[in-house]
Structures are given as C-alpha cells and as structure tokens.
C-alpha cells in the first residue's frame, strides 16, 4: 500500500517569512496529492491539492509543486500570517474512491 | 455546505465496553471513511465503504468493524474496548467521480474517545 512521509514535525517561522513542508510517497500510481489544515479543536479541511498531470498550482498565498519522477510534493506559505498556525497534513491517493494515506503531520507555529 | 457529524465530541468508556461511534452525511455522498488521529502518527484509515453495505479493511482494522445500512450512515464498533484504542476518531466523505482523480474529503468535528 501506499506510505507517506512529510517533515518537518515542527516548524517555527517568523510573521512575513516563509514556510516550506515537504513530503515523499511511495507508489507511484498515485495520482491525487491534497493538503489539509487542521487548527486547534477543529476539523481537517482542504486548503489546495493537485493532480498529476499538473506540476504547479498557486491559490493567493500558498502553493503546491509536485515532482513525479522523484516521488515527492511540497506545500509553500509566503508571508507567512499567525492564523497560519495550524497542523498542516499531506496525503496522497491512487484510486477513486477518496481513500486518502496521510503523511504525520507538521505544526507550523507563526510567531507575530 | 457538506455537514459531516459525528455523534459524541466526548466519550469515555471503560476496558471491555462494546462502543459505537455514529457519523451522518447529509450530501448524498458514496464514500464515507472512519479515520484515527495520534500525535505523530497523522490520520491513519481504519475501515472505509464506497456503498451501501460495502465496506473496505483500511491501514489498522484490527479490533474496529463498521457498519453501513443507509448511505447517510456509518458507523464504527469497537467490539470490545481497550486502552491503546484511546484516541481521537475521524469520520469522513467524499462524492465519487467518474474520473480517475478523487473529489476532497470532508470531515466531521471528530469524536475523543478515553477508555479507561
């Protein structure tokens, strides 16, 4: 099955920098790569995602870019904002069907 | 608005107790998924159904089994509970397509489950 690992853990920026959060997978019929928010007590939601015939995607201030041939995607925040503060998880998926493997998570810490 | 609910925020059960933990999705949606969240662990996928009465093992079945009668419905058992199954517990939905591509998941507020 699939495998996905993401770093940092942890991640502490300051207010205006940027952040980077990286994450590898393993089987390469995946073709579905979302990322989701998760702020403190609440529920995980879907902040952007790609797709594989697609390199790139920017929506305002964040933006995904995946690399096929080496398996990995990453999640970049530019301008960084305290309400940024959140667990940001990634996750990868080779079917139709929503089955979604996520990586373990980062906390992205914003410091004002 | 997709509204995923799960039934209890807060559950406390004690070693041994047959537990349910309910999840209703009101946006006609085909696939629903039972997800646990551990620190460090991320979201790892217990048991999942792409139909009525279908369900699928996911990564960590062992101990859990479902239950889907009504497509709004899922449900997860824990048949007899034990102390590592203490944990927060995700439900999720998501339309199927007719494409190769998923459409996002939607999940409900997450029920924290203590067994003691």
């Known amino acids: 099955g699939e495998n996905v690992e993401q770093h940092p853990s942890t991640l502490s920026v300051q207010e205006g920098d940027s952040a980077v959060i990286k994450c590898t997978y393993s089987?390469?019929?995946?073709?579905?790569f979302p990322w989701y928010k998760q702020e403190l007590g609440k529920r995980p939601q879907l902040i952007i995602d790609?797709?594989?015939?697609?390199g790139e995607k920017k929506d305002q201030r964040i933006a995904v870019t995946l690399n096929k041939t080496a398996k990995h995607f990453s999640l970049h925040i530019t301008e960084t904002q305290p309400e940024d503060s959140a667990v940001y998880f990634c996750?990868?998926?080779?079917?139709?069907?929503?089955?979604?493997?996520f990586g373990q998570g980062t906390i992205l810490t914003v410091h004002p | 608005d997709v509204k995923v609910t799960q039934s209890s925020r807060y559950l406390v059960k004690r070693t041994g107790e047959k537990v349910f933990l309910e999840c209703v999705q009101d946006?006609?949606?085909?696939?629903m998924f039972w997800y646990r969240q551990d620190p460090g662990l991320g979201l790892r996928l217990i048991y999942f159904?792409?139909?009525?009465?279908?369900?699928e093992k996911g990564d960590i079945p062992e101990g859990y089994s479902v239950s889907r009668e009504k497509k709004e419905r899922f449900s997860l058992i824990l048949e007899s509970a034990s102390t590592n199954q203490t944990s927060m517990y995700l439900c999720?939905?998501?339309?199927?397509?007719?494409?190769?591509?998923?459409?996002?998941?939607?999940f409900g507020n997450g029920t924290r489950l203590t067994v003691t």
């Open positions: 996750a990868a998926s080779e079917t139709n069907y929503g089955k979604l493997t």
């Open positions: 089987d390469s019929a995946s073709n579905y």
């Open positions: 999720a939905s998501s339309s199927h397509t007719a494409s190769s591509y998923n459409s996002p998941l939607h």
């Open positions: 790609i797709r594989s015939n697609v």
């Open positions: 946006m006609d949606h085909e696939n």
């Open positions: 159904s792409y139909d009525v009465k279908m369900k």
